[in-house]
Structure formats: structure tokens, C-alpha cells
């Protein structure tokens, strides 16, 4: 089964690096570094397209080399890019990867930020068959309303959509009560265990899940090396991790939204989408950047 998939989300350029050597301040530290297409939701388009599925992307870039690059990698992994040029930069985050492979994340919004209403509704005009928005849009202010408006008209055209949270970071400067009412048109929710932990205002990731699942027909929590956790309506699934090594976590959770979204549109059972999350999520983490 294949679906037409737009993904609305960043455009960003991703800059990861990983020091080798005690930091040096004043002067060189030995590092690590890779430059190259960013952006959470496309590292999810790209998933789905590799599921199977007629993706295109939706989003703001500049007028600038950084554009470029996000625009032809996508083209080169077989989405469709529908980008709209803004008087602003692309946008940039410089992720500085740990030793056990986790990430702090700096990141500048750019043309993000002036994302239109009037350009998104126009590629909304054509047959879709599913919505995914990245979290990123509704968690920046200015862009919000362009987010929340589209899953609305998903919604008033009976097609299904999708949130990802995607930064547990902003969505406790934003509030979990803002964020919980601008997705309240979708029925698919995506969320790394913090994120859960924060819209579900509870300690217990099982607890949190059971609460969202109220909300939401049907919510995956990300647990990094504890696996995943799928509810749709009364049922729980849950799986392990499969990763054998951990060098970068950046994107793994994306790819399992990606992964775990393809499977599900190509009619897939929630366990057997879970599983194929953990196999995307274990490809990711064994190499560094987004890409693996």
C-alpha cells in the first residue's frame, strides 16, 4: 500500500560534532565534525519514503548554499521538496556529541521562523493521504497557528495525521497544556520518554502513555536503550532495543517515527511497526549525525 505523504517540518542545516580530547579553552580541540542536511521531520520523510511512500516536504529555507544542500539531499533520497525561499538564512544546529553518545543541541530557527500560512495551504491543495508535523513547528511561536491550521484542514478532509514532539526542551518553555491543545486535531502521537513523561505530568512512562492514549488514538514513546512503547486505544505493545553499538543518537528517534509511520500506512500491525522502529532507530545510532 502506498501513501501520499506530506511531512510539514525545518529545514536545517546539521553540524555534529564529537571531540576526541579533553576540551582546550583558548585554544584547539580535536573533534569529530560532520556538516549536512538536518531537520527532524526530514529525517522522518526520508524514512517513510524508504517504507515505501510517496513523500513530499514542506518547509522555509534561505536563499543560500545551506538550502541547497537540504533541498538536493532530499531530492537524492527520493522526497520531494516544497520549500519555500524566505530573506532569511536556512537554519543551523550544531549538535556536540557526548561519549556515550548522547546530544546537547544549539540550534538557530532561521527562515523557519517565517514559515507562511498561504504557502503551506497551497501544497495542501493536491490529494494526501497523511499529515505528519513536526513537533518543531508548533513548539515556535511563530510558526504555530501555520501548524495547528493544517492539521485542521487534514482533520475537516477526513485525512489522518501525525505529531511528533520532537524537543522536550521548548515544549517546557511552551508549556505541555499548549502543545496538548494545538495537537488536538490529530490522533497520532509521537514522544521520547521525556516528552511523555512531561505531557502526561507523571513519573511513570506506562502511566504517561496510558494518559495520552486518552488523547490520542494511538502514541509511541521512544526509550533509547529500553526500546519502545506503542498504545493504540486499549492495547500496549512494547519492544526492545536492538542496537548493538551507540556511537550518535541524533535522528534515531526520527527514523523510528518514520519507520513505525511507514509501516503503520502500509497496514502493518502496531508490534510488527514497533519492531521495525528498533531496526531503523539501531541503524542510526551506529554512526554519526542524523544520517548514520
Do not use: W
Not at 513536526?134 to 475537516?156: F, H, I, K, M, Q
Not at 497544556?177 to 513519573?203: D, K, M, P, W, Y
Not at 550518535?248 to 517515527?257: F, I, P, S, V
Amino acid at each position: 500500500m502506498r501513501a501520499r505523504v506530506i511531512v510539514l517540518g525545518d529545514v536545517m542545516l546539521d553540524v555534529v560534532v564529537q571531540p576526541t580530547g579533553a576540551p582546550a579553552p583558548t585554544s584547539d580541540t580535536p573533534a569529530n565534525i560532520r556538516a549536512s542536511r538536518g531537520g527532524s521531520g526530514a529525517n522522518v520523510a526520508i524514512a517513510l519514503h524508504a517504507s515505501g511512500h510517496d513523500v513530499a516536504y514542506v518547509g522555509a529555507r534561505g536563499d543560500d548554499a545551506a538550502g541547497d544542500v537540504f533541498a538536493d539531499a532530499l531530492v537524492a533520497s527520493g522526497v520531494t521538496p516544497l520549500l519555500e525561499t524566505v530573506n532569511s538564512p536556512t537554519g543551523t544546529v550544531v549538535s556536540v556529541v557526548s561519549s556515550d553518545g548522547q546530544r546537547s543541541m544549539m540550534s538557530d530557527r532561521g527562515a523557519n521562523s517565517s514559515l507562511s500560512e498561504a504557502f503551506v495551504r497551497a501544497q495542501l491543495e493536491d490529494h494526501f493521504d497523511h499529515l505528519h508535523v513536526s513537533g518543531y513547528v508548533l513548539l515556535d511561536p511563530a510558526t504555530r497557528s501555520v501548524g495547528v491550521n493544517a492539521l485542521l484542514l487534514a482533520r475537516e478532509r477526513g485525512v489522518a495525521s501525525s505529531v511528533d514532539v520532537c524537543s522536550v526542551g521548548p515544549l517546557r518553555i511552551v508549556t505541555p497544556e499548549v502543545f496538548l491543545e494545538a495537537t488536538s486535531a490529530t490522533t497520532q502521537l509521537f514522544a521520547n520518554e521525556e516528552e511523555a513523561l512531561a505531557l502526561g505530568a507523571s513519573s511513570d512512562v506506562d502511566l504517561a502513555l496510558d494518559l495520552l492514549c486518552l488523547r490520542f488514538g494511538e502514541v509511541v514513546v521512544t526509550r533509547g536503550g529500553q526500546g519502545a512503547l506503542a498504545g493504540v486505544l486499549a492495547k500496549r505493545f512494547r519492544v526492545p532495543s536492538v542496537a548493538n553499538k551507540v556511537l550518535d543518537t541524533t535522528g534515531a528517534g526520527d527514523a523510528a517515527t518514520g519507520a513505525y509511520l511507514g509501516a503503520r500506512l502500509s497496514g502493518e500491525a502496531p508490534l510488527e511497526a514497533l519492531e521495525r522502529a528498533m531496526d531503523a532507530a539501531a541503524k542510526v545510532v551506529g554512526g554519526l549525525g542524523a544520517l548514520g
